[in-house]
């Protein structure tokens, strides 16, 4: 095609295009019902697009910078950085879900602090995620080295040891659910369910969340000790290094960057449970606490969902979420940290 | 001599353990392991039989055999025709959300990634950092005010977007584009860029050079993506809940499970039918793609 018509082209697709999304804009202002508004907008929105993308220019490169970045930078403003910087001013507000009306400071996080419903989720929190990591990477390295030894096989056992790890934390829930509710109360007669316990509730979530999460690591931890040099090995072999020293003094020491990526994996998982919380117990049974009843496993990431969602203390909910943000964050950097410092030594 | 000598000490180090006695070993590590991994898949095997049950068999003995097999296909039927659990069009409802953003993350993300690689600017690097630095945001924080924002959205440009799937998949791509991106940004910068060059020289547009020059090459590391954000949005909970609603008309398998559970709390047998049918897609998929779906979710928390 010649390059002056399709110059004209564009130009005349970008205009159009421009045209319909100020139309839309108008009729949305002006509070008009058309359904076709949306249509117009989004129509417009691709024309201008397509019309940049043809326009003949010396600065094609740059616009197709632009263009390709714009898809997945619209999609990760508008559902995180909007909504995060929001987030944030909402929980000094007296916000309701849909509308604020006075700006209320430190409010949120003082009435956050003084409820016990609220302490008593970060301390089961911590409580959880401190157990849950032990567990978790006790058992993962156990199967890791199993997985890694001479049985014959292995790989059809970590496939195996995957498995839970693959299936959503509200099924399993459900299914744990049963499993506590109608079948270990048939196998030991006369015994009453783990949930209707407050503190075999909580175990009972961590049981299955080892479950669920320890073959996943186990797979960190065997593609770490596959990384163990094998020269290393067979001279400690000759220096006649038994299997424990072998482990404790090569092997352990030459992963420890696994160990740092395997714990703080556990440890942000465990902080986020949400799923299997939910589908397990849903925060009963409760328990009293200073005369008040409270629910007893309701760890943070459910605390918040129910403040906002059940309770529909929007603002109160946010703050939560809020000072649950910044906890994460300080993990995260830790991590990052660690993993330096140790990259320098190296 | 030399190397016969280090050759019979490093022997005589492994032979320290008799033959016959580290024959043994393997053995009972053999069997330990598939001790334990019937302790593993145990919880599998209970859904699995109890699907076969009618309700006061299992309430009586969980733990035995079914008597007959059959009744698997009526609770099957009965759950499949069921208007809460609706499980041919959770189904598709599931398959096609996940599909469809996994197809739009992988190509947006890799050419958003792309473009910040090959351009080192202030400001490519400023948008680095930045879905490096949103990859520690916890859902938590941002999921009231997203839904309020998605509502005025929805009132501003007219286009549904709570309650719609063009809604959760827009979601999807904003959560899950700073991880992909990061995942191909490490991918893009090991691949050569003589091998553009080559092809701008020759006279090829920038956009063709990404398509036919590099995206061919991005495949192993596509797998990794696919696996990561597939896996993630599949079994994916709590968006999906705050979005359509536990009751609302489209509903992802885990909605559909959970607002199913909540309308028969005692119906064991159904409920464990249905959650057999739920697991069962992404079982059936790890038999056939194993290797690369464990590769893919290590990969992914490595980097």
Known sequence: MDVKVKKVLSLAAIILGIAGVILALIMDFSGSENPLRGAILVIGGLMVLAGFYFLP????????????????????????????????????????????????????????????????????????????????????????????????????????????????????????????????????????????????????????????????????????????PKDVLEASAVDGADRLTTLFRIKMPLIANTFTICIFLTLINSFKQFDLNFAITNGAPSRILNGVSILSTELLALNIYKTAISKNQYALGQTKAVVFFIVLAIISLTQVAISKKREVEM | MKAQNVASTKNVAIDEIPEGRKKIGIFLLEILAIALVLLFLFPFFLVLINSAKQSADIIISPLNMPEKWGQLFTNMNNVIHNQNFNYWKSFFSSLFITAVSLVLISLFSSMAAWILVRNKTKWSNFIFMTLVAAMIIPFQVVMLPLLSTFRELSDFIGIRMLTSYKGLIFAYIGFGGSMSVFIFHGFIKSIPYELEEAALIDGCTPEGTFFRILFPLLKPIQVTVLILNGVWIWNDFLLPSLMLGLNGKIKTLPIAVTSFVGSYVKQWDLILTAALLAMLPIIVLFIFAQKQIIRGMVEGAIK
């Open chain 1, 57 to 228: 220019s010396k600065n094609h490169k740059k616009i197709i910078n632009v263009l390709f970045l714009f898809p997945l930078l619209l999609a990760f403003t508008v559902t995180v950085i909007i909504p995060f910087i929001f987030g944030v001013f909402y929980s000094l507000t007296d916000w309701n879900g849909i509308k604020f009306e006075n700006f209320v400071g430190l409010q949120n996080y003082i009435t956050m602090f003084t409820s016990n419903d609220y302490m008593y989720s970060v301390v089961i929190t911590f409580i959880f995620s401190a157990i849950n990591i032990v567990l978790v990477n006790v058992i993962a390295f156990s199967l890791a080295l199993l997985c890694t030894s001479k049985i014959k096989g292995k790989n059809y056992y970590r496939a195996a040891f995957f498995v839970p790890n693959l299936i959503g934390g509200i099924v399993l829930g459900y299914v744990w659910q049963f499993i506590f509710n109608k079948v270990l109360t048939v196998l030991i007669p006369g015994s009453v369910s783990m949930l209707t316990d407050p503190n075999l509730a909580l175990l009972a979530i961590i049981i299955v969340s080892s479950w669920q999460y320890s073959g996943y690591i186990m797979m960190i931890y065997v593609t770490g000790l596959q990384g163990v």
